[in-house]
């Protein structure tokens, strides 16, 4: 399925063209609200929710809605998914006109042919566009010697700051080294008279005044001369007051836009059981003005043939759930935590109701993990929600970022309060497993106390504030789970970026204490039920793929550095011995961001953490705390 989308050339213009398409999921992670979308022929900005068209279809789960309006407030009142219509073989029936709007950004463009550099609105660009081929849309420089006209193409440098702002590289001050033109004013050229290795060996000059600088020398932290952010926002078209630096990026730089969610798996739970999931299936259905009683709700049901099911529970029984559906009861209390429901139906899965969309089903613990694995779950059927709350520029958000709004610059994704806010739904399958409690508790207690895992504790509460530091049993739980999707990867049919995970993890200071993973995969397209993963819970696979994940570990092509590495302030990173050569995953795939990563150097035991032995070399890495026979291992502290 495609999101379609349609641009706002101009804040005059009536019309909307269609330049381009992006998957829904692409919108929550990739090219969201304020998100730069890198065009064939140009570029835009996914504009602000304030400019989408009047949303139209709900995704429907009241966990996640109770959790988003923890964190944005109360007036949000739905998930919205995203605009979409059956396509056809016409071009310019109504799917065409339906679709997210967007910005062209940055403004700038530069002539192919002539290298004239100018705006979009200076009257020397115009654009051109293709409603049956819309990545032919382009921006074209006519009147540009003979022949066909030239297009025209973004100058590929703009400018952000750590408090999510965005704005347009400064070309006419830059090029007069941020003084006035002495000629008044003149046009813009930007050429490329170095060899091209590099992005930034791109000079632009003015011909009214000759003055010319490299772009190279912008991208210079020790200049003298850098410009001030001009607080800008091009999703809401807003301007504010900002005392950061602005700093150029390049357009494709994948630190312009970090997009902040929230997920809820969805679950069956409720006081009324069954009838509580059928209402929320069917809930967009139900939510609607004319259904204000027992009787407006007998009527629906009689005439509605979408609510069949509903008819085999009584009026009564019906209308109680509705009324506890809406008044928020099942969902109030699990804001919160959006995990611990999570973990409850899955270490307890005999309890759960099989549904279309929640199955699980126990599997039997392999025989030589028997003392450190406590339980492996096979998970059918998945439905995941995925909501986007905000974004950040700069500095990647951290994982509490909800909880902590002060630890990152989260920006908002409208004008005013936030009423809503674009959801996905993603069906797929996973594996589950939980970890012995008393022996997660004995390395944790030893791996406090090491200094291994101080400096990262240090690192991360430096960065992103005091609140931002996990259960340590974090550190145990994230480094396993990366170790095995690595290896589940190669074994179960699905790429990398398709895995996701789910940590399940607090000590005892938090309530019941949670040690577990979730490895799925969860995808509005054909790949996210293709059994895969659910065949890696059976006993003798899990315990070969289990196996060869710890046995992979043992070393990395990057060792000693990547062995020796240690957090610090001055490289950024929230990671201990880890590197995209042994631990790293897709950040997609990552619940955050790559960070809180470790692999230790100690013997296959739980209940010792973290320091080199004296008597070995210390770039020798060992993985496997989990690891049941005597085999060196380096995991986890």
Known sequence: MKILTKATMSANSSLHPRVGAIRPSQMLYAYGVGALVDLPNFAVVVAGLQAWDRPEETASEPRLLAAVQAALGPQVVRLVAMPWKEETRNALDD????????????????????????????????????????ERARYEHRGCGKGKAPSAVPARFVMACVNGHLDEFPWQEFAHGYKPCAAGGGTLELTEPGSGTRSTEVLVKCHGCGASAFVAAAFDRTAKERPACRGRHPHLRTFERCSEAAQPLLLGASNTWFGITLSALFIPVGAGGAIDDDVDTLWVHLDIPPIRDEATLEQALTFNPTLEMLRAHSIADLWQAIERRRNGERSQAEAADLRRPEWLQFINPS????????????????????????QVVAATRLRETTASIAFARIDAPDPSAVDEPGAVHRVPLTVGPTYWVPAVESRGEGLFFRLPEERVRAWEASAQTKPRIARLRDAVLHRFGPRAWPATRYVLLHSLSHALMNEVALECGYNAASLRERIYAADENGGDPMAGILIYTAAPDSEGTLGGLVAMAETATFERVLTEALRRAMFCSSDPLCAEHEPSDDDGTQHGAACHSCLFVPETSCECNNRILRLSRFPGHLDRAGEYPANEVSWKRRIGPIAKNSRKTRFAA
């Open 351 to 374: 309890a759960s109701t099989e549904g279309a969309d929640f199955t699980i089903a126990e599997r039997a613990i392999p025989a030589r993990h028997s003392t450190s694995i406590a």
């Open 95 to 134: 799917w065409a006109k339906v679709g997210i709007p967007v910005i062209p950004f940055p403004r700038w463009m530069r002539c192919m042919r002539c290298n004239i550099l100018s705006t979009i609105d200076g009257g020397l660009f115009t654009f051109e566009g293709n409603a049956y081929h819309p």
